[in-house]
């Protein structure tokens, strides 16, 4: 029986490495395709990470071992977490080695060492990329921390399958809270994934790029992990949103049947949400880095909101 | 050997030194091998007896037949004494190993003996401060301790900087350990009255139940006091001021464990002595440390001080630490057993790894220092070629710092949310917003502190080299300081990834403070798994996050490098520009600058540039001077009407000094006349 949750669990694994570029190529081509531009096609991003895994790798002369330890770093934390959400099945072996505020924090060694790594050239770029990521995240983690807060007092849990289950299965009740914690999640969800109105995955323009910014001096496989990686993060907080939002349909046991129902139905609401984030960034412009204060700071309040409510209205 | 008597030994073998140094004062290799030698032998005993202590629950006291007639200095282990006496022992072990190369290093021309001397008082006290049993001797102990370390940050006296931070610690210090004696007062009547001495014992103190009233005062006045020591916001000015300007290995000690006695007497008193509260004490104490927290960590954004940084985190910290106290007394005041030891043991488990991980940064800032004699990290830069040991070790102490698993400053920030979150519904408006807030606050407290971490180790280790002087000569540090760091780092990841060893160790504390205890684990391998109230309800594992990251990435690296891929060399790119210089890098001030305008109003900023003759044209300045002063608004606010009501105060009583043998006379004659009259 354990051989088989590790493998339900190994199973999640690869979907998760497999399907996270699919997922980055269909919002690419849906958006496109609402801007009135060609698309490469979903699998577009299949083809770039195998081109950049072949590359040479170019690294600056004085690049440390943060540098270059940084991909690899990046990657695997990105596994792991992916190794806890639940989205293919609640019964995973993994899922009880963090819960939601590890989670968080899981997230935060990413953005930590990647800041580092943009600081280690020691060029302006990537020093600016690492500063407005730090800025930016200083804002955005404790909103989304505050909103996961909210869900998790509503499930009186904060491990993950708990969660899960107690929304998909227990007493279906309307809580403000949780539409406080929802719109703060969504504010967060473009913040953490980089994308319109925080920051724009597809520009390389100095006076609005922050990601792109810090990763600016990466090559070679070193970028093909950081970009995986990137895409696996947009899937897992896709994934996340939908596991503690809108948990109906993911199984609660191991029943193969049950997990390709589950694994079906998880690809039309992926579908749709990727629909949904593409409306909200072709719909808004892109903010005035010094905007996002106050756009982060309506997160963080929303969500803040989300928890008082709940201790003062349930 | 009980541990009472491993500690005495302790004891006995840290005040060995004080003598020894000043005999062998001409040999100066000899006193500092000597006498780092016997401290940290003598901080090892303190962590035994600790461990042992608290293990086998002993409590043992003792009488000394020392002090003033009639008041005997009483000492006593208990676990609770015992789980402090590890955490001062454990970090003054490393910083003993690790002062070895520090003093060596340090400039020939001081004096070592006085230095090893006031080092070694100063362990002794604050070990004495836990052991104390009695007002008198805790006071005592209490002094040693402030008095010592005074002198430790006077060590390099020939800055004025240095003599000034001094004076103003000192002076906080005494105003700190004024109510603490008031409160010891204030509990000593109501034990039993005025007529008798007997009551500055603690055992007395423990045995009286205080009505509302006076334990309030009590209260009030030893919060009011071990804030002061420990640097709670608004009292924390001398902090920032003192910490940086002490000799690195003293800094580490001072902010890893001088401010937890602190903690110490605050544990002590409010829940041994008073027992019985109301919640809003724990509100009071709730509130403080949230505004410490987020406060010490936005002004130690600002610093780019590399030490007085670290010395803001302290305030960031202690807050933290207050926090989780503050729930526990909520909860112990609404009488939830559990709650209030999950809240205490996260407060507990934070100070040991504050301690853990301050002493480990402080002592890297230390290495750094002696290697580039600047403490200013727009001057640094690039340290990590140079000082690949001090560089990885102090990553570790700021990945710990920034609650980042599976790390152990992650692991008591998680108990601490985890207090939050099991708050059910008490009642209280007041408390129903307080503890959302709360909540809030520290998650803001730990996402800034990351990005603090972020700006202290880019700038100082990573980029290029910005000093005057030619990195060439910066070395790395050496054996001692690199084996000093090294084993507090090791605790740092050991502290992360088994904390369910320690928190089960820990528990009697809980048991004795509060009633009650956290579940710590469940099922097989029970070690593994850190689940506070039940496995449903939240379950942390830093060894599994660790051994999971840790094969991803071997496995991600050896598919990557089974083909001999080539990794090429090249200059920056520099987009044709061809003119970079290490001064275009982000520095800390810039690193900074997006928080200082989001967080501004917090601060008193003034920020001015100019541009410097000579002029071509007024649109084309040759060069801009950029002036930036960022201060803490609370000198302002708080310590400069003090300063000057008391300068006020002084110059009007000192009309009364006229300098003429008749007037000073005349005030003789009139005292013994009011004497006479209130007295006859």
């Known amino acids: 029986m354990i051989v088989y949750s590790f493998a339900i669990e190994a199973l999640q694994l690869l979907l998760l490495l497999l399907a996270a570029p699919a997922f980055a190529g269909w919002v690419r081509t849906v958006k496109c395709r609402m801007q009135g531009r060609s698309y490469a096609g979903i699998f577009q991003p299949y083809r770039d990470i195998a081109r950049l895994f072949t590359k040479?790798?170019?690294?600056?002369?004085?690049?440390?071992?943060?540098?270059?330890?940084?991909?690899?770093?990046?990657?695997?934390?990105?596994?792991?977490?992916?190794?806890?959400?639940?989205?293919?099945?609640?019964?995973?072996?993994?899922?009880?080695?963090?819960?939601?505020?590890?989670?968080?924090?899981?997230?935060?060694?990413?953005?930590?060492?990647?800041?580092?790594?943009?600081?280690?050239?020691?060029?302006?770029?990537?020093?600016?990329?690492?500063?407005?990521?730090?800025?930016?995240?200083?804002?955005?983690?404790?909103?989304?921390?505050?909103?996961?807060?909210?869900?998790?007092?509503?499930g009186n849990s904060t491990s993950l399958t708990r969660m899960v289950q107690v929304m998909a299965h227990g007493e279906f009740v309307i809580r403000p809270s949780l539409a406080f914690a929802l719109l703060a999640y969504i504010m967060v969800h473009l913040t953490e994934t980089g994308r319109i109105p925080v920051d724009n995955p597809s520009t390389h323009l100095e006076l609005t790029m922050i990601h792109e910014a810090m990763i600016l001096e990466y090559s070679g496989r070193h970028l093909a992990l950081i970009e995986w990686a990137g895409q696996m993060k947009l899937f897992i907080f896709s994934t996340l949103g939908i596991a503690v939002f809108c948990p109906w349909g993911i199984p609660a046991s191991n029943d193969l049947l049950a997990i390709i129902g589950g694994g079906a139905l998880l690809a039309v609401k992926l579908a749709v949400l990727g629909v949904i984030l593409v409306?909200?960034?072709?719909?808004?412009?892109?903010?005035?880095?010094?905007?996002?204060?106050?756009?982060?700071?309506?997160?963080?309040?929303?969500?803040?909101?989300?928890?008082?409510?709940?201790?003062?209205?349930? | 050997m009980t541990p009472f008597d491993i500690a005495i030994a302790s004891l006995f073998l840290m005040f060995a030194p004080v003598i020894l140094a000043p005999c062998c004062a001409r040999s100066r290799n000899l006193t500092i091998h000597l006498s780092f030698s016997l401290t940290a032998a003598a901080s090892l005993a303190a962590v035994i007896a600790g461990i042992l202590c608290v293990h086998l629950e002993s409590t043992t006291s003792a009488v000394v037949q020392m002090g003033l007639p009639d008041l005997p200095f009483h000492l006593r282990l208990d676990p609770l004494a015992g789980f402090f006496l590890c955490v001062i022992g454990l970090l003054a072990f490393f910083v003993s190993i690790?002062?070895?190369?520090?003093?060596?290093?340090?400039?020939?021309?001081?004096?070592?003996?006085?230095?090893?001397?006031f080092f070694c008082l100063f362990i002794a006290g604050m070990l004495l401060v836990v052991l104390a049993d009695d007002a008198f001797f805790f006071l005592v102990a209490w002094?040693?301790?402030?008095?010592?370390?005074?002198?430790?940050?006077?060590?390099?006296?020939?800055?004025?900087?240095?003599?000034?931070?001094?004076?103003?610690?000192?002076?906080?210090?005494?105003?700190?350990?004024?109510?603490?004696?008031?409160?010891?007062?204030?509990?000593?009547?109501?034990?039993?009255?005025?007529?008798?001495?007997?009551?500055?014992?603690?055992?007395?103190?423990r045995a009286t139940s205080y009505p509302l009233g006076w334990a309030t005062a009590a209260f009030l006045l030893s919060f009011f006091g071990f804030a002061a020591k420990a640097g709670v916001i608004p009292l924390h000015v001398w902090l920032p001021e003192a910490h940086p300007v002490a000799p690195s290995n003293v800094s580490a000690l001072m902010s890893g464990v001088m401010l937890k006695t602190s903690i110490y007497g605050i544990v002590r008193i409010t829940f041994d002595f008073l027992?019985?509260?109301?919640?809003?004490w724990g509100g009071i104490v709730l509130v403080l440390g949230l505004v410490s927290a987020v406060l010490g960590v936005l002004y130690a954004l600002m610093q780019h001080d590399l030490k007085r940084l670290l010395a803001y985190h302290s305030v960031e910290n202690i807050g933290i630490i207050l926090i989780g106290l503050g729930l526990a007394m909520i909860f112990t005041s609404f009488h939830l057993p559990l709650l209030a030891s999950l809240a205490l043991i996260a407060a507990l488990y934070h100070t040991l790894n504050h301690a853990m991980f301050k002493g480990l940064l402080f002592m890297g800032a230390g290495a750094v220092l002696h290697a580039t004699h600047e403490r200013n990290m727009e001057e640094m830069g690039g340290l990590i070629h140079r000082m690949p040991w001090t560089s990885a070790l102090f990553l570790i102490g700021c990945v710990s710092i920034a609650a980042l698993p599976p790390f152990n400053g992650f692991v008591s920030e998680w108990l601490t949310f985890q207090a939050f979150l099991f708050s059910p519904a008490l009642h209280r408006p007041i408390l129903s917003l307080l503890i959302p807030l709360g909540a809030a606050l520290l998650a803001l407290t730990g996402a800034l502190a990351a990005a603090c971490f972020v700006k202290a180790f880019g700038v100082t280790f990573l980029g290029h080299w910005r000093g005057?002087?030619?990195?060439?000569?910066?070395?790395?540090?050496?054996?001692?300081?690199?084996?000093?760091?090294?084993?507090?780092?090791?605790?740092?990841?050991?502290?992360?990834?088994?904390?369910?060893?320690?928190?089960?160790?820990?528990?009697?504390?809980?048991?004795?403070?509060?009633?009650?205890?956290?579940?710590?684990?469940?099922?097989?391998?029970?070690?593994?798994?850190?689940?506070?109230?039940?496995?449903?309800?939240?379950?942390?594992?830093?060894?599994?996050?660790?051994?999971?990251?840790?094969?991803?990435?071997?496995?991600?690296?050896?598919?990557?490098?089974?083909?001999?891929a080539g990794i090429r060399r090249v200059p920056i790119w520099d987009c044709g520009f061809e003119k970079l210089t290490p001064r275009m890098q982000y520095t800390a001030t810039s690193f900074a600058m997006p928080i200082r305008r989001i967080f501004g109003f917090l601060f008193a900023i003034r920020e001015e540039s100019h541009a410097v003759e000579p002029l071509r044209h007024a649109a084309y300045p040759q060069r801009l001077q950029y002036r930036l002063r960022v201060r803490d608004r609370f000198w302002g606010w708080i310590y400069e009407p003090l300063r000057e009501i008391a300068f006020f105060l002084a110059r009007k009583i000192g009309n009364l000094q006229q300098g003429r043998i008749q007037v000073y006379l005349l005030y003789s004659f009139v005292t013994i006349i009011v004497l006479l009259v209130f007295l006859g």
């Open chain 1, 56 to 154: 040479e790798v170019i690294l600056a002369e004085n690049a440390s071992w943060i540098f270059r330890f940084t991909p690899y770093l990046v990657f695997g934390v990105t596994v792991m977490i992916g190794g806890i959400v639940p989205f293919i099945s609640t019964d995973l072996p993994f899922a009880a080695t963090a819960d939601v505020i590890a989670l968080v924090m899981l997230f935060a060694i990413i953005r930590f060492f990647t800041a580092l790594a943009g600081m280690d050239i020691g060029t302006a770029f990537g020093g600016m990329g690492s500063s407005r990521e730090m800025m930016i995240a200083s804002l955005a983690e404790p909103a989304m921390l505050m909103a996961i807060f909210t869900v998790s007092l509503a």
């Open chain 1, 279 to 314: 409306l909200i960034e072709t719909g808004m412009a892109k903010m005035r880095l010094f905007r996002l204060t106050e756009y982060l700071g309506s997160a963080f309040l929303l969500a803040t909101l989300g928890m008082l409510s709940f201790f003062i209205l349930e």
């Open chain 2, 98 to 117: 690790y002062s070895i190369g520090y003093v060596k290093a340090m400039p020939a021309n001081r004096p070592i003996t006085r230095f090893v001397v």
């Open chain 2, 143 to 205: 002094g040693l301790m402030a008095a010592s370390s005074y002198f430790l940050v006077l060590y390099e006296d020939e800055k004025t900087e240095n003599r000034r931070a001094a004076y103003l610690y000192l002076v906080i210090a005494h105003v700190g350990a004024i109510a603490i004696l008031l409160s010891f007062g204030v509990m000593a009547a109501q034990a039993n009255g005025f007529e008798t001495f007997q009551g500055y014992t603690f055992d007395a103190m």
């Open chain 2, 275 to 280: 027992k019985e509260f109301p919640w809003w």
């Open chain 2, 468 to 564: 005057h002087h030619h990195i060439q000569q910066v070395r790395e540090a050496g054996w001692s300081m690199r084996i000093g760091m090294l084993l507090a780092a090791l605790t740092c990841f050991l502290l992360g990834i088994f904390p369910t060893v320690v928190i089960t160790w820990m528990d009697v504390l809980s048991r004795q403070m509060v009633g009650g205890k956290i579940a710590t684990s469940a099922g097989a391998f029970g070690w593994m798994w850190l689940t506070p109230y039940s496995h449903e309800r939240a379950s942390y594992s830093g060894f599994n996050v660790f051994i999971g990251i840790l094969a991803v990435v071997l496995v991600a690296w050896l598919l990557l490098h089974a083909r001999k």
